[in-house]
Nanobody, 124 residues
Framework: QVQLVETGGGSVQTGESLRLSCAAS????????LAWFRQAPGKEREFLAA????????YIGDTGRDRFTISKDNAKSTVYLQMDRLKPEDTAVYYC?????????????????WGQGTQVTVSS
């Protein structure tokens, strides 16, 4: 079965960087688009970035446009989210998601599989 496992979360100070990883298994990695979302306490889940399974094309949402980068390593079946210049408002649980249509988009309902999430805490 499809599994997505996020790692790399933690506690950092304002201005620091983190790189999140999402290891995918249970399917051919180059067939499903992958994305990152986050959810802060009391808020709805928010789209951050997506990447095409086939050609590596990316789409970054408004939230992370200047500070977040999505990439993938096909050989490791892993997608990454590089987050720079972190702020306290970036504190949230970060989720990896996959959709079988290979749609590079931010609509949460498009995504068929989700990881368990990894906590990121940014202190001032």
């Amino acid at each position: 079965q499809v599994q997505l496992v996020e790692t790399g979360g933690g506690s950092v100070q304002t201005g620091e960087s983190l790189r999140l990883s999402c290891a995918a298994s249970g399917y051919t990695f180059t067939t499903y688009a992958l994305a990152w979302f986050r959810q802060a306490p009391g808020k709805e889940r928010e789209f951050l970035a997506a990447i095409s399974a086939s050609n590596g094309g990316t789409y970054i949402g408004d939230t992370g446009r200047d500070r977040f980068t999505i990439s993938k390593d096909n050989a490791k079946s892993t997608v990454y989210l590089q987050m720079d210049r972190l702020k306290p408002e970036d504190t949230a649980v970060y989720y990896c998601a996959a959709n079988v249509r290979n749609a590079v988009a931010g609509y949460e309902d498009l995504y068929d599989y989700w990881g368990q999430g990894t906590q990121v805490t940014v202190s001032s």
